[in-house]
């Protein structure tokens, strides 16, 4: 028995030595490979942006503009006569006629995108100037030309002339190229204050502040006044957006600023530099986006995705067959989340092009080609400020509403833009209308996607709609001419 525990004791203790041997490989493993993981998180890590800043700084410039602006006369009285003040507001004016016309002067930032000289900048940073010069980061000065311009991005192209210049190109803006988190670096001339580097990340993609074709990549990369125009680097020193505005209560830098991304800044500056204006694409209707409180008035929608037409006037759209009503999931293979990203795809699509587009009509997948028109010269003839009357009596009070159907009277007293469907008189302040923002004014044209030009018309509809089990009805409304969809609950 002796010898047995004494056996036991060593195969004990031999086990202990085994199971430490093993721990301590695992422990140098374990060392190793956070080791590893640390390298390669500093090598991700910059230690500096000088390589970077000394590759692209060539290629960016200082912009100064000057303008003739409308003088100012001195108001007489806003010192007191006698004051020691006086002589220097004397001063200020001598030689000046009262309200004669002065120069005034702008800064702002740019970047070189060809060799022979194409600078871009933005619009507003050049916008009304009648003299631009060029600084580069030589110290070389150079009068520019402007080649073309576009209010929606606020993108503007100049032109030197100069041969052989170093210049930048545009890189991916998208979500593979400009990851939120990722490294940027920001240069200009903030302040006036000459070239100047900032670094950051990237803090949020595809941000809108008001513009239709909005698509800004926001950074916390120091952004001032004068870095207006200067491009925003990634870290292989491409161009992924165009400095335009920062979010300030006091006009400086806090940490946010937006940059035009380089997937809308790149089309249109080839398209100002081969025709000096935006050629965009145009489908030629009137949408909206689909929310959630419409999903259940919907055939055949799961979720609250893609753009609901309103309006469908003589057109590209019309002309492929596309009706008020449908819900447009596809255009050009690319998946429609809303509105707003229709309009940008739209926009950025060539005009006369042929593209297949997806719509959602009656609960079934409807598959139409439609050639796109230009945006530029069809949107005002397609959707012009009108203005009509007509008539036909009857009212009745339906979810809330007070409904009647047009009448002469009624078209003037609500200065009414169509001859057809139901004008609201009344509405119920506690109901689900009133709820959705409906007024008086407001005419409803269509019922769960069918004309209604009479309250039997309406009726009928919601018995449909009642019928087939549904707690809500999609309306069309328009007001001022101008249509949206409501999505109404049917009453119990």
């Known amino acids: 028995m002796k010898q047995t525990a004494i056996a036991i004791q060593q195969n004990q ?3 202990r030595r085994v199971l430490t041997a093993l721990f301590s490989v695992l422990a140098v493993a374990l060392a190793l490979l956070l080791a590893q993981v640390t390298a390669a998180t500093a090598q991700n890590r910059p230690n500096t942006f000088a390589d970077l800043a000394q590759k692209v700084s060539p290629s960016v410039v200082n912009i100064t503009t000057s303008t003739m602006v409308a003088g100012r006369t001195m108001p007489r009285g806003i010192v007191p006569e006698g004051s020691p003040f006086e002589d220097f507001f004397n ?18 930032s740019g970047f070189v995108i060809s060799a022979d000289g194409f600078i871009v900048t933005n619009n507003h940073v050049i916008e009304g100037a009648d003299e631009i010069q060029i600084e580069f980061f030589s110290g070389e000065e150079m009068p520019a030309t402007l080649i073309g311009t576009d209010p929606n991005t606020d993108i503007a192209v100049l032109k030197v002339d100069a041969e052989n210049l170093p210049f930048v190109q545009f890189g991916d803006s998208n979500a593979a190229g400009a990851r939120v988190g990722d490294w940027v670096m920001a240069m200009g001339n903030p302040l006036g204050q000459g070239f100047s580097v900032s670094a950051g990340i990237v803090s949020a993609r595809n941000r809108a502040l008001s513009g239709t074709y909005d698509d800004y990549i926001q950074t916390d990369a120091a952004i001032n006044r004068g870095n207006s125009g200067g491009p925003l680097f990634n870290m292989d020193g491409d161009v992924i957006g165009v400095n335009t505005a920062i979010l300030s209560p006091n006009g400086g830098s806090i940490g946010i600023g937006f940059a035009m991304s380089s997937a809308v800044v790149s089309n249109v500056v080839d398209q100002l530099i081969e025709f000096g204006e935006t050629r965009r694409g145009w489908l030629g209707v009137r949408i909206q986006d689909v929310t959630p409180d419409m999903v259940d008035a919907i055939d055949g929608l799961d979720l609250a995705r893609g753009a609901l037409v309103t309006d469908v006037p003589a057109g590209p759209a019309e ?52 050639v796109l028109g230009r945006r530029e010269t069809s949107e005002a003839v397609a959707f012009p400020a009108s203005s009509d009357q007509q008539e036909e009596p009857e009212e009745a009070e339906i979810m809330g509403l007070t409904l009647s159907e047009i009448t002469p009277e009624l078209a003037e007293q609500y200065s009414l833009t169509t001859e057809t469907g139901l004008v609201i008189t009344a509405i119920n302040p506690e109901s689900d209308a009133a709820s959705k923002g409906l007024l008086q004014g407001d005419v409803i044209t269509e019922a769960g996607q069918k004309p209604v030009a009479s309250v039997i018309d309406l009726q009928d509809q919601i018995a449909v709609a009642t019928e087939a089990g549904r707690r809500s009805i999609l309306l069309l409304v328009r007001r001022g001419g101008d249509p949206r969809f409501v999505a109404l609950v049917l009453e119990d």
């Not at 001063?91 to 702002?108: E, I, N, T």
């Not at 447009?328 to 060539?350: H, M, Q």
């Open 91 to 108: 001063d200020l004016d001598r030689g000046r006629p009262d309200g004669a016309p002065r120069r005034s002067s702008a800064l702002g």
């Open 319 to 370: 002309d492929a067959g596309m009706m008020s009503g449908d819900v447009i999931v596809n255009f050009d293979a690319v998946a429609i989340e809303d509105t707003r990203e229709l309009v940008r795809i739209v926009g950025n699509s060539p005009v006369g092009k042929s593209v297949p587009v997806s719509v959602l009509r009656d609960g079934r997948m409807v598959e139409l080609t439609v």
């Open 13 to 15: 203790a031999q086990a």
